[in-house]
C-alpha cells in the first residue's frame, strides 16, 4: 500500500503569512494528488486537483505542486478564513484505494 | 445539484455490525464515471477511506478494514450501503458518503460528500 506522510501536522501562523504543507507518498504517485480543507463539524471541501489545479471557487491564493512522491499546498497569503485542517489524498490507479494524509492543523499564532 | 445524505442508527454495541445508507439525489448513481464511497474521521483525528462501489457492484476496500467491511448498491433506490462487522469503541467515529472521481483529466477527487453522521460504539 502507498503510505502518505504529511507535515507539519501543526502549524502556527498569523494573518498574512505564507504557508506551505508538504505530503510525501512512499512511492511514485504521478500526479494522482489531491488537496482538502476541513473546518471543525463539516466534511472536507476540494482546494486543489490533479496535484496543482485550482478547483472552480477557491481563491488564488492556494496553490499546489509537486509530482511523483513530493507534493506542497501553499497559501500565499493566510486569511483568517483559512484557519482549519488540511489533508492531502492520494489515488493508487492500480488498486483503485486511496488513502490521506494525517492531517495538518493550522492555528492562530 | 447533486446531494447525498446518510442514515442509520447512531449507536452501535460492541461486537455488534454497523450499518449506514447513503441516499443520492440529483443525479444518477449508474453514472460511468463515478464511484461511491464511504470515508470516516473518529473525533479529533484524521480521514480514514473504507472502501468504494462502482455501479456495476465492483467493491474496493482499505486493506485494514477489509475483512469486516461490505459495501453493496442499490441503483433502483439511488442508494448505496455500509455493513462494519464486529465493531469496537475504535469504530466511533463521523462516518461520510462521498462520490469519488478518478479521470485523466482532473486527477482523483472526492467531489462530493454527505454531512456525515457520527456513530457511537458503546454498550
Known amino acids: 500500500d502507498i503510505q502518505m506522510t504529511q507535515s507539519p501536522s501543526t502549524l502556527s501562523a498569523s494573518v498574512g503569512d505564507r504557508v506551505t504543507i508538504t505530503c510525501r507518498a512512499s512511492?511514485?504517485?504521478?500526479?494522482?494528488l489531491a488537496w482538502y480543507q476541513q473546518k471543525p463539524g463539516k466534511a472536507p471541501k476540494l482546494l486543489i486537483y490533479?496535484?496543482?489545479s485550482l478547483e472552480s471557487g477557491v481563491p488564488s491564493r492556494f496553490s499546489g505542486s509537486g509530482s511523483g512522491t513530493e507534493f506542497t499546498l501553499t497559501i500565499s497569503s493566510l486569511q483568517p478564513d483559512d484557519f482549519a485542517t488540511y489533508y492531502c489524498?492520494?489515488?493508487?490507479?492500480?488498486?483503485?484505494?486511496?488513502?490521506f494524509g494525517q492531517g495538518t492543523k493550522v492555528e492562530i499564532k | 445539484q447533486l446531494q447525498l445524505q446518510e442514515s442509520g442508527p447512531g449507536l452501535v454495541k460492541p461486537s455488534e455490525t454497523l450499518s449506514l445508507t447513503c441516499t443520492v439525489s440529483?443525479?444518477?448513481?449508474?453514472?460511468?464515471?463515478?464511484?461511491w464511497g464511504w470515508i470516516r474521521q473518529p473525533p479529533g483525528k484524521g480521514l480514514e477511506w473504507i472502501g468504494s462501489?462502482?455501479?456495476?457492484?465492483?467493491?474496493y476496500y482499505n486493506p485494514s478494514l477489509k475483512s469486516r467491511v461490505t459495501i453493496s448498491v442499490d441503483t433502483s433506490k439511488n442508494q448505496f450501503s455500509l455493513k462494519l462487522s464486529s465493531v469496537t469503541a475504535a469504530d466511533t467515529a463521523v462516518y461520510y458518503c462521498?462520490?469519488?472521481?478518478?479521470?485523466?483529466?482532473?486527477?482523483?477527487?472526492?467531489?462530493?460528500w454527505g454531512q456525515g453522521t457520527l456513530v457511537t460504539v458503546s454498550s
Open positions: 512511492q511514485s504517485i504521478s500526479s494522482w
Open positions: 490533479k496535484a496543482s
Open positions: 440529483g443525479g444518477s448513481i449508474s453514472s460511468s464515471s463515478y464511484y
Open positions: 489524498q492520494q489515488y493508487n490507479s492500480y488498486s483503485l484505494t486511496w488513502t
Open positions: 462501489i462502482y455501479y456495476s457492484g465492483s467493491t
Open positions: 462521498a462520490r469519488l472521481h478518478p479521470s485523466m483529466v482532473r486527477g482523483a477527487t472526492i467531489d462530493y
